[in-house]
Structures are given as C-alpha cells and as structure tokens.
Nanobody, 121 residues
C-alpha cells in the first residue's frame, strides 16, 4: 500500500511558476513509477507527465512539454512537477499517482487527494 500526499498548489498569475510535490509513504518508493495528472472542472482527467522508478525515463504530454518538468528524489520519497510559463488553461486539480509500471494512461494503482492550481489571466 502506498499513500500519496500532494502539496504546492495555489494561485499564480499567467507566466508564473509553481512547483508541486508529492510525498509517498513506504520504503520501496524507487520501485514505483510516478505520474502527474490534472482535472479541470467539467473535463476528464488528463495525463501530464510520468517518470520511471530510477528516473531513467520521463514523458511529458504535448500540452506541457517545454514548460513542465517531472523529477523525483528517491531519498526523500518525493516526486516533483516544476511548472513554468503557466497559462490559464493549466488551471486544474493536480494529482500524483504511483504504479509498479511506467505508464501514460490513468490506470495507476495509487492516487493522491490532489492539489488545486489556479492560473489567473
């Protein structure tokens, strides 16, 4: 069982930056691939980025490529999402997720509760 807790969301102006963090419980964090997803009101949950257990492989959705970066610190059981050049359309609840497989779909086994990101124009 893995428990995930996101933090770092908030209100920011367009063009600004935020860094989201997600801390995982357990002693086998490096064995899990981690992903970030987001869900805006009235829309389906959308994949944002994923990173393999030892950070060898990363993948970013086209909508955030070049602006967002996923990373992890296995010593701290934490995955990050650095978000730069934020746009109003990035406004959403952001979720982190964990799975034993590196994947880009939403079939992750474990999910956090989410953190709100609001970008004002």
């Amino acid at each position: 069982q893995v428990q995930l807790a996101e933090s770092g969301g908030g209100l920011v102006q367009a063009g600004g930056s935020l860094r989201l963090s997600c801390v995982a419980s357990g002693r086998t964090f490096s064995s899990y691939a981690m992903g970030w997803f987001r869900q805006a009101p009235g829309k389906e949950r959308e994949f944002v980025a994923a990173i393999s257990g030892r950070a060898i492989t990363t993948y970013h959705a086209d909508s955030v490529k070049g602006r967002f970066t996923i990373s992890r610190d296995n010593a701290r059981n934490t995955v990050y999402l650095q978000m730069n050049s934020l746009k109003p359309e990035d406004t959403a609840v952001y979720y982190c997720a964990a799975d034993s497989r590196f994947r880009r779909d939403y079939k992750y086994d474990y999910w956090g509760q989410g953190t709100q990101v609001t970008v004002s124009s």
